[in-house]
């Protein structure tokens, strides 16, 4: 029998991930991801429902989460459903919640973005890569009209 688990979600985040470590040094996270969704009903009306979806992080993914978003910042997320079920200590019921895995993610916009839980100052950057220069034609000889000057050469761009 063929299985097939993929989840893919965009949306935002509900809170601030809660980043934790397992007692072997496992980094986990736990994140809220808000995703809604448009529609129109048959008489017309305009509508909005949103579902909200609990995330499990691991590893440096979870690490990277914690430390570049909060509360509002959007998210694209791909992982995996995980049924969790337990005895409730309080009542005895058994209880169950279905969550995600997250296996990638991919941030959405810019961390400049107002109200998407840009980091602050602090937070380290991978540096901008500088712009190439770019090739300048080469001047005409002496007593030449410019015009007929041959292009310069592909290879002496610097990528």
Same mark, same amino acid.
């Given at each position: ?36 969704? &448009? ?40 992982? &995996? ?14 209880? @169950?919640?279905? &969550? ?35 090739? &300048?034609?080469?001047?005409?000889? @002496? ?17």
């Amino acid at each position: 029998m063929a299985n097939f688990n993929k989840v893919l979600l965009m949306g935002n985040l509900t809170r601030d991930p809660e980043l934790r470590y397992t007692p072997k040094g496992q980094a986990v996270a736990k994140l809220g991801l808000a995703v809604n969704r &448009r529609y129109t009903t048959e008489s017309g009306e305009a509508r909005e429902e949103t579902t909200f979806v609990d995330i499990d992080a691991w590893g440096k993914q979870a690490e990277v989460i914690s430390q570049y978003c909060k509360k509002g910042r959007p998210l694209f997320v791909e992982g &995996r459903l995980k049924l969790d079920q337990w005895d409730d200590k309080t009542t005895g019921q058994k209880r @169950s919640a279905l &969550r995600v895995v997250l296996e990638g993610f991919q941030f959405i916009g810019t961390p400049t973005t107002e109200g998407a839980g840009a980091p602050s100052a602090g937070v380290a950057r991978p540096p901008s890569r500088p712009a190439a220069p770019a090739p &300048r034609a080469p001047e005409a000889p @002496s007593g030449e009209a410019g015009g007929d000057a041959p292009p310069p050469e592909e290879d002496d761009v610097p990528f």
